[in-house]
Nanobody
């Protein structure tokens, strides 16, 4: 069974950093392209960052300059480096990856930023 498993969330003070990981398991296929999304309590899920199959990246304005999306050379894991975290970054973070033309969602990892 193909799964994307996120990890790396936690509690951090404002101004701190966290690195989220999204790892593919149960498949021989690599992650061609991936997106990170987040959902804060009472709010809709919002897009955060994207990495394409060619390695191009895009970011939501709210995280541009603070977050960096990347991928390992084997394309089995996608990362989201989050710096200068703010309380408004508090949310459950989800990755969505494209493997062999199919889209998969991870289960989410909680990020809490205290002021």
């Amino acid at each position: 069974q193909v799964q994307l498993v996120e990890s790396g969330g936690g509690l951090v003070q404002a101004g701190g950093s966290l690195r989220l990981s999204c790892a593919a398991s149960g498949t021989i296929f690599s992650i061609n392209a991936a997106n990170w999304y987040r959902q804060a309590p009472g709010k809709q899920r919002e897009w955060v960052a994207r990495i394409t199959s060619g390695g191009s990246t895009n970011y939501a304005d709210s995280v541009k300059g603070r977050f960096t999306i990347s991928r390992d050379n084997a394309k089995t894991t996608v990362y989201l480096q989050m710096n200068s975290l703010k309380p408004e970054d508090t949310a459950v973070y989800y990755c969505r990856g494209e493997l062999n033309t199919y889209l998969y969602w991870g289960q989410g990892t909680q990020v809490t930023v205290s002021s």
